[in-house]
């Protein structure tokens, strides 16, 4: 008889089915196949999120993974989760743990590691466990707040609407719209200037250039003066005036004494009316002075 039979092939098929079924869902797990990993307990009061598999870091590297957890259904509520860590990784005396959660929901345990790296805690040992806050944490404390602004932001929104319905807005953009144009047909004013500037500063820096020569020319002209022959032909000049000044307030010379001689101005005066009374009668009486006669004169 066969030992190998029909029934036999499909009995073994069978078991290998179930312990590669067995193996599978644990290497889906998480869970290290034929694992001799070290064994140490975490005690919780709160595990909300954790479950078998849930992996175990260290300083952000993966070193192991939660196997079970349990439940003390003494008055005390604690909770006892069950990690196997990597053989290679021993917890410093004072390490305790935390649950921590990203953003998309995903748990993990972050181990925080004690001080003393001498000191190490035995294979076996419980280690306390608390939750780290993280993002989500810190979301939900913000959840109070958010909830104390809601009636200024419906408030807000409120007042917004009444804005925008405001016809006065839509005058104003449709102003500001004018004001954009006013703006680009000064920009493109500038920038015509500016072309004409870059066309007309050339040559008027050629004239300024020459100004500047001009002006050379004529502080060289200057400076070509001679002053002090200059100077001492006008001190000349002064020392003249003044002498001719001073003679004609003294009684030097003719009209120092025709200016100053009040006697030499009665004498003149009355010459002049003299001469004047003179001319009167020789216009009243011309024959007195004048004789004129064809046959001869006759004396009187």
């Known amino acids: 008889m066969k030992f190998f039979t029909k029934e036999v092939k499909i009995a073994l098929v069978a078991i290998v089915g179930i312990v590669v079924l067995f193996y599978g869902l644990q290497f889906l797990k998480g869970l290290t196949l034929f694992s001799n990993d070290d064994t140490y307990y975490v005690a919780f009061s709160d595990v909300?999120?954790?479950?078998?598999s849930t992996p175990v870091y260290a300083n952000g590297y993966k070193v192991g993974v939660v196997k079970a957890?349990?439940?003390?259904y003494s008055p005390n509520g604690i909770i006892v989760a069950e990690i196997g860590l990597d053989k290679r990784m021993h917890l410093p005396v004072g390490s305790h743990a935390e649950i921590d959660s990203d953003l998309l929901g995903n748990i993990k345990i972050n181990l925080a590691?004690?001080?003393?790296p001498l000191q190490l805690l035995a294979k076996g040992?419980?280690?306390s466990g608390g939750k780290q806050e993280g993002m989500m944490g810190k979301v939900a404390e913000m959840i109070p707040a958010i909830e104390a602004m809601m009636p200024k932001l419906d408030s807000i929104l409120a007042n917004l609407n009444v804005l925008l319905a405001d016809?006065?807005?839509a005058n104003t953009l449709h102003h500001v719209e004018g004001m954009t144009g006013n703006?680009?047909?000064t920009s493109r004013e500038l920038k015509t200037l500016s072309v004409s500037l870059n066309?007309?500063?050339p040559a008027m820096m050629q004239k300024a250039g020459g100004v500047l020569d001009n002006t050379q020319q004529l502080t060289s002209n200057l400076a070509a003066?001679?002053?002090a022959a200059m100077t001492a032909s006008v001190n000349q000049t002064l020392a003249n005036v003044n002498e001719m000044t001073r003679k004609l307030n003294s009684n030097e010379g003719s009209l120092g004494l025709l200016m100053r001689d009040a006697s030499l101005y009665n004498h003149l005066s009355q010459t002049a009316a003299d001469a004047d009374s003179l001319l009167i009668d020789l216009k009243s009486h011309p024959k007195r002075y004048v004789h004129f006669s064809v046959f001869g004169r006759k004396d009187k």
Do not use: F, K, M, Q
Not at 48 to 52: L, R, T
Not at 69 to 72: C, G, R, T, V
């Open 113 to 116: 590691l004690g001080d003393n």
């Open 225 to 227: 003066v001679d002053v």
């Open 48 to 52: 909300s999120g954790v479950s078998s």
């Open 199 to 201: 066309r007309d500063v």
């Open 125 to 127: 040992d419980t280690i």
């Open 167 to 169: 016809p006065a807005l």
């Open 69 to 72: 957890i349990d439940y003390d």
């Open 183 to 185: 703006l680009e047909t």
